[in-house]
C-alpha cells in the first residue's frame, strides 16, 4: 500500500514545500509588524507626553527667569515651541520604527518647506518677525505704543499680527513684519514721564509772576515728582509775547491728567498772574479733569464767573430812592 508522500510527484512536493515557505515568511512578516505597529504606538504616546512635560518645563522656567515681570505670552509661545519640536522628533521615530528611512523624511520635509516658504513669504516675515517681537519684547500686551503713525493700547500679540486699540476704542491690527520694522514708541515701558507744556505769555504781563505761580502750582502738586526737580525756562522773546515752558515729571499713570492741568492753568495765568487756582487733584481721584464750570466749590473760572455776575449788576438799573 502506497503512502502519501508516495502518491505525490516531486513537482507537487516542491509546490508544497514553497507554500510552506510563503506562509513562515508572511507570519515572520505579521508578527514583525505588530511587535512594530506595538513599538510605535508606545513611542507615539511616549512623545505626546514628553511634549507636554517638555512645554510644562519651558514655561516654569520663563516664569523663574520673569518672575519680576512674567510675561505669558512669551511662556506661551516657548511652551508651543518645544511642545512642536518634541512631537516632529517622535513623528520621524515612529515613521523610522515602521521602515521609512529618516533620509526619505528629511529630503520630502525639505521639499515641503521649499514650496511652501515661496507660497507664503508675506506670512514667513510675519512669523519671524512675531518671533523677534516675543524675543527682544519692545512691546507687550497693556502697553500704550505707536507705530505706523498709529497709537493704541496692545490688546493682543501673536505670531502673524499685533491688535491695538486707539483711545477712541478703534480696533486696529497690523501685520508684524510692519510693526518690527517702523519706529516704535512705547509710553508705558518707563514707570515717569516728563510733561512739557510750552506757552505764550504777552509782553505787557508780568512774566516773573506767572513763572512763579506756576513753579509754586508744580511744587505744590502730588502728582508732580520733586526728584527731578521741576524745571521752568523762557524759550524765546519777541516783540509781542515771550515763550516759556514749564517741563515737570510725573507717572505715567498722571501724564495725562497733569499736561491737561498744567496747561489749562499755564494760559489762565499768562492773562492774569493774580488768578487763584484750585488746588491739584489727587492722583486717585475718580475724575481727574481739572475742575470746571459747574464743579461745586472752586474752580478755574470762577474769577471770569465773578466779573460777569459783577458787570451784569453794574448794568442792573437802580430802584429810585425812597422820599
Not at 491739584?280 to 474769577?303: I, V, W, Y
Request: charged share 20%; with cysteine.
Amino acid at each position: 500500500m502506497l503512502t502519501i508522500p508516495e502518491m505525490l510527484d516531486p513537482q507537487t512536493l516542491r509546490k508544497l514545500h514553497m507554500d510552506e515557505v510563503l506562509l513562515g515568511r508572511f507570519g515572520d512578516s505579521m508578527t514583525r509588524l505588530g511587535l512594530n505597529l506595538l513599538v510605535a504606538v508606545f513611542i507615539l504616546v511616549i512623545t505626546f507626553w514628553a511634549a507636554g512635560w517638555a512645554a510644562s518645563i519651558v514655561r516654569r522656567a520663563i516664569a523663574r527667569v520673569h518672575a519680576l515681570n512674567p510675561d505669558p505670552t512669551l511662556q506661551s509661545f516657548c511652551a508651543s515651541l518645544a511642545r512642536y519640536l518634541v512631537i516632529v522628533a517622535g513623528l520621524i521615530a515612529v515613521l523610522q520604527q515602521l521602515g521609512v528611512q529618516a533620509t526619505s523624511i528629511i529630503a520630502l520635509l525639505g521639499a515641503a518647506s521649499l514650496a511652501i516658504g515661496l507660497a507664503l513669504q508675506g506670512a514667513l516675515s510675519n512669523v519671524a518677525a512675531g518671533v523677534m517681537i516675543l524675543l527682544f519684547r519692545p512691546y507687550r500686551v497693556g502697553d500704550l505704543i505707536e507705530t505706523g503713525g498709529k497709537q493704541g493700547v496692545v490688546q493682543g500679540l501673536d505670531l502673524f499680527t499685533t491688535e491695538l486699540a486707539t483711545p477712541d476704542n478703534v480696533k486696529i491690527v497690523a501685520p508684524n513684519s510692519k510693526v518690527f520694522g517702523d519706529v516704535i514708541l512705547n509710553y508705558s515701558y518707563h514707570a515717569q514721564r516728563r510733561v512739557d507744556v510750552v506757552f505764550k505769555v504777552p509782553l505787557s504781563v508780568d512774566l516773573v509772576a506767572v513763572l512763579q505761580r506756576l513753579r509754586d502750582r508744580v511744587e505744590n502738586d502730588p502728582r508732580v515728582r520733586q526728584d527731578p526737580a521741576p524745571l521752568i525756562e523762557v524759550l524765546d522773546l519777541s516783540e509781542l509775547f515771550a515763550q516759556a515752558a514749564v517741563r515737570a515729571w510725573t507717572s505715567r499713570e498722571d501724564f495725562a491728567a497733569v499736561k491737561t492741568d498744567l496747561m489749562l492753568a499755564a494760559m489762565l495765568l499768562s492773562r492774569d498772574p493774580e488768578r487763584e487756582l484750585p488746588p491739584p487733584r489727587p492722583s486717585n481721584a475718580k475724575n481727574p479733569s481739572p475742575p470746571m464750570p459747574g464743579d461745586p466749590g472752586h474752580h478755574l473760572l470762577e474769577g471770569v464767573a465773578h466779573r460777569i455776575r459783577a458787570r451784569a449788576a453794574a448794568r442792573k438799573p437802580k430802584p429810585p430812592a425812597k422820599k
